[in-house]
């Protein structure tokens, strides 16, 4: 293992305190370069010579401007006993590690690094690899008069990366698109999809053929999300079939976020074939599902709704693993017809 392939540059700890070694951060694993957003994702590792008790580790990876790694809501990367850290990291074109001292509070985007002090203990940085024109292979699929992208690695969905696979993301002889959940070996991988273009304000309708009753683990959503803005809350909207792993709880939801309590409106959804739809006008976003052209719920959101910017419309059927009851048995929707209308 060459130095110069495995030693990032660190800077200097604060020295103010009572420190007896100055950390140094070294990078074992880097993930190749890739365009950030939600859908790519690599492994980086690495160790931390010199950190005392109760410190970790704060990665970053710069897609424009830096985000933290692996997710918001699991910021802090843990240092091992043997000095050794690893983690999941969304790509970038470079790469960073910190080492943080307990109750440091990092930020979530940033368009410069933290320097050292102030409870950053040393920096490190390190370009991602070159990757092969393999690496990250393109799926289109075709659908209702659209192009859509399927993802075939793990994404980040509620704090949990979900494992996710082309074939579960099909065309039939109809037309209709099938989103398949399923076993593979000891794993639940699903399916998820996002449009390949931002639409913006309209009416979004989504004609499920015959929706089947979920487990409590399973969950379908369609979402709206900006991977590159995280300033209105990457424009993220959702409408969520599924309990997440609450066996006690309305089965569906409207949700603007931050999902905040004010900003979900939970409701039963009903089996068979539903229509889910939501008109996005400036400072409104009116959510609807109905069941043989009667309404089954509505609701209105007149505060937090996001402006149109780089936002893409994500389909994703997905196995929630935290729940009471575990999933059992695979699953499939069906979705008729995706139809939009400015």
Request: proline share 7%; aromatic share 10%.
């Amino acid at each position: 293992m060459s130095r110069s392939s495995m030693l990032a540059v660190f800077a200097l700890a604060n020295l103010g305190g009572c420190r007896r070694t100055i950390p140094a951060i070294e990078f074992t694993e880097v993930p190749v370069v890739g365009q950030g957003g939600a859908a790519n994702t690599g492994r980086i590792s690495g160790r931390v010579a010199g950190a005392k008790g109760g410190e970790r580790v704060v990665l970053y990876a710069r897609a424009g401007t830096w985000w933290i790694q692996p997710f918001a809501s699991k910021p802090f990367t843990a240092i091992q006993k043997d000095s050794t850290w690893s983690a999941i990291t969304h790509l970038g074109t470079e790469y960073a590690a910190l080492v943080v001292e307990p109750g440091y509070a990092p930020l979530k985007v940033a368009d410069v690094l933290p320097m050292t002090g102030g409870g950053v203990a040393a920096v490190a940085t390190v370009p991602g690899k070159s990757a092969p024109a393999a690496t990250l292979p393109a799926v289109p699929l075709h659908f209702s008069g659209y192009d859509w992208d399927v993802y075939q690695v793990p994404r980040d969905l509620f704090g949990l990366m979900h494992a996710n696979s082309a074939s579960n993301a099909t065309i039939d002889s109809h037309g209709f698109l099938r989103l398949r959940l399923c076993r593979e070996g000891s794993e639940w991988v699903g399916a998820d999809m996002k449009l390949d273009r931002s639409l913006g304000y309209g009416s979004y309708f989504f004609a499920v053929r015959d929706m089947p009753r979920f487990e409590p683990d399973t969950v379908f959503g369609v979402t709206t999300y900006d991977p590159l803005d995280a300033g209105q809350n990457h424009r993220e909207v959702d409408i969520n079939i599924g309990q997440f792993g609450n066996p006690r709880a309305k089965n569906a939801q409207f949700v603007i976020h931050p999902a905040v309590p004010a900003n979900i409106y939970r409701f039963d959804s009903p089996p068979g074939r539903v229509i889910f739809s939501f008109r996005w006008e400036p400072g409104r976003m009116t959510f609807r599902t109905e069941q043989s052209g009667r309404a089954v719920a509505e609701h209105v959101f007149t505060s937090g709704v996001p402006s149109p910017g780089g936002e893409a419309i994500h389909l994703n059927l997905y196995a929630f693993g935290k729940s009471q009851i575990p999933q059992q048995n695979d699953v499939e929707v069906v979705i008729e017809k995706f139809t939009y209308l400015p």
